[in-house]
């Protein structure tokens, strides 16, 4: 199997992670790479504040991820400010240029970005064109199923964006109005895949290896992207990758691994944003590792209550404390 190329870039794994915002920061992507991310993705950031030289919004996107490529998103809905942000961030350190077709959030569709363009293929493809002639890197889209039942845009959005020059679309198998939650619609992947001839890759859902080749086989996309399901899990990538690749299924991590990859991220997260900012967020990270842990609820509690860093130290002991308690306790 040829792996998956675009825009001069060639990708180690087809498993990819995919964009959050308030958790893919610098040290979650390291984290995802590190254990095989095909490529890591920036927090959206907005056109808007870029062009007005926002400190907070190019802090978003430093440092660049190492060990696999590394892309940058933008959202916004006006072509001109689209194209200015990526001039604005042309002297960046980053790979590809992504751009945001799919953000569901109130606050950013009422201004006609993220996936309200679904509503409107050419806006997609001008905007795809707006980009490019502004940035010397590849650019990609990643776009939702359509913005309703009634408007599944996908193909025609993706046809645009492939005219306009994207080199990569990935598609989030469901509408604006699903939000988040019913199942995902492989079909949609499978027909944007027929449409266009750049490398889509599906997204939603994906939780376990059987999932990522259930989604492989059942639409011919050229990858999978993953995003809630590697939170807490980086071994995700590993477990999806070592299934696409025919290899056999690498050891689960024990308790400690899990623990220390979590301080890491932590400290790596204060070291960057400072303990004020960084410790807020790291309780968001930190919930995710204990799925599947005995008192995992109770543990959850203790995340929220993370202040300073030295608290990750009770944290983890606590997390020891509760697996030593007997089954009886629970
Ligand atoms: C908290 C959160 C933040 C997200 N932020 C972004 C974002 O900034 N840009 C984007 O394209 N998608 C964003 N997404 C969507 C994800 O990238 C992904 O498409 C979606 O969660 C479905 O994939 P999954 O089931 O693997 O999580 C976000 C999702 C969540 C849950």
């Known amino acids: ?57 190019f802090s978003l996107l430093r440092p660049r991820t190492p060990g696999a490529p590394y892309g940058v998103q933008l959202f916004g809905e006006v072509p001109a400010i689209m194209g200015q942000a990526a001039a604005a961030i042309e002297g960046e350190d980053f790979d590809f240029l992504d751009i945001n077709m799919g953000c569901p959030a109130p606050k950013i569709v009422s201004g006609g970005a993220g996936s309200a363009l679904m509503l409107h293929p050419e806006l997609c493809g001008e905007i795809v064109a707006a980009v490019k002639a502004h ?52 079909e949609i ?25 259930a989604m492989l086989r059942e639409t011919g996309c050229d990858g999978v992207m993953i995003a809630r399901g590697a939170l807490g899990d ?24 899990r623990m220390n990859a979590l301080r890491r991220q932590v400290e790596e997260m204060v070291q960057q944003k400072g303990e004020r900012t960084a410790m807020p967020q790291a309780r968001a990270q930190a919930i995710h590792y204990m799925k599947g842990l005995k008192g995992a609820g109770a543990l959850r509690r203790a ?25 009886e306790a629970f």
């Open 1 to 57: 199997m040829r792996p998956i190329q675009f825009g001069g870039l060639t990708l180690p794994h087809r498993a990819v992670f995919g964009p959050m915002a308030g958790f893919t920061d610098a040290a979650c992507r390291r984290l995802m790479a590190q254990h095989g991310a095909g490529f890591t993705v920036s927090e959206m950031v907005s056109s808007r504040a870029l062009t007005f030289g926002d400190h907070k919004t």
């Open 135 to 186: 940035t010397s890197r590849p650019v990609t889209v990643k776009m939702r199923k359509g913005w309703d039942a009634d408007h599944v845009t996908a193909v025609a959005c993706a046809k645009a964006c492939q005219e306009a020059g994207a080199a990569l679309i990935t598609v989030h198998a469901r509408t604006r109005q699903q939000m988040y939650t019913p199942g995902i619609d492989l």
């Open 189 to 213: 992947i499978r027909a944007v895949k027929q449409a266009v001839s750049v490398p889509v890759l599906g997204n939603g859902d994906i939780q376990t290896p059987e999932d990522a080749l």
């Open 234 to 257: 980086p071994w995700l990538f590993e477990r999806v990758n070592a299934a696409i690749e025919g290899l056999p299924q690498p050891p689960a991590p024990n308790l400690q691994a």
């Open 303 to 327: 995340c929220c209550q993370l202040t300073y860093l030295s608290d990750m130290d009770d944290l983890i002991a606590e997390v020891f404390a509760q697996q030593r308690r007997p089954e």
